[in-house]
């Protein structure tokens, strides 16, 4: 049983597209991320959400939508993509923020051409 | 502002030889610390945590990390390294709950000879 899962794992489309990643939780936590992972493999905080609420928007370009249409799900839209969103990106959930550990899944690879 | 520092982007060790990962951070609560794996294509997977309590603490696959609040830091360490070990290993904090954020350091490779 996947705790953390993400589809796609693989993500290749042109500059100017628009692109969904999905992301499910099966394991009945409240609170939902996304990182972004470059390609030094440095993981930044993108998006927290606490039972279905958006707590962290961290400086994120509005091109970038998460939405969490229930406590186990949370996507995240990318409108007008363009090169410098390549990365891998990470959802993970945890019980509680800040306090608590975070499960990952197993990252979609995105690349813009 | 809050920040994670892991000194050492690339570690070279020889298999059966000890290891340490640096981390040291920086923030004016208690903090909640985390050390993770990451193995080539995957996800990160949690090694141990500190909340609060003993300031040595024991986690998955041998590994196991000291906190040390004169010094600011949460090393990593391991006694005999093995080959599946090789991975990126990320030290994180997690700010006081309620804020649903976590500080990521920038990660440290980890080789193993053979």
């Known amino acids: 049983d996947t705790a953390v899962s993400q589809t796609p794992k693989y993500l290749v489309t042109q500059m100017g597209n628009d692109k969904s990643i999905k992301c499910e939780q099966n394991?009945?936590?409240?609170?939902m991320y996304w990182y972004k992972q470059d390609s030094k493999k440095f993981l930044k905080i993108m998006f927290s959400?606490?039972?279905?609420?958006?707590?962290i928007n961290e400086t994120v370009p509005n091109r970038f939508s998460p939405k969490s249409p229930d406590k186990a799900h949370l996507n995240l839209h990318i409108n007008s993509l363009e090169l410098g969103d390549s990365a891998v990106y990470f959802c993970?959930?945890?019980?509680?923020?800040?306090?608590?550990?975070?499960?990952f899944g197993p990252g979609t690879r995105l690349t813009v051409l | 502002a809050q920040s994670v520092t892991q000194p050492d982007i690339h570690i070279t060790v020889s298999e059966g030889a000890s290891l340490e990962l640096r981390c040291n951070y920086s923030?004016?609560?208690?903090?909640?610390l985390f050390w993770y794996v990451q193995s080539p294509g995957q996800g990160l997977q949690l090694l141990l945590k500190?909340?609060?309590?003993?300031?040595l603490v024991q986690g998955i696959k041998g590994f196991e990390a000291e906190f040390k609040r004169s010094q600011s830091s949460f090393n990593l360490r391991k006694p005999s390294v093995h080959w599946s070990d090789a991975a990126e290993y990320f030290c994180?904090?997690?700010?006081?709950?309620?804020?649903?954020?976590?500080?990521f350091g920038t990660g440290t490779r980890l080789k193993v000879l053979a």
């Open positions: 923030y004016g609560a208690t903090p909640y």
């Open positions: 993970a959930s945890s019980q509680e923020g800040g306090a608590d550990t975070q499960y």
């Open positions: 959400y606490n039972n279905k609420e958006l707590i």
């Open positions: 394991l009945g936590h409240d609170t």
């Open positions: 994180a904090v997690g700010l006081f709950p309620g804020t649903y954020k976590y500080i």
């Open positions: 500190y909340f609060s309590g003993d300031t």
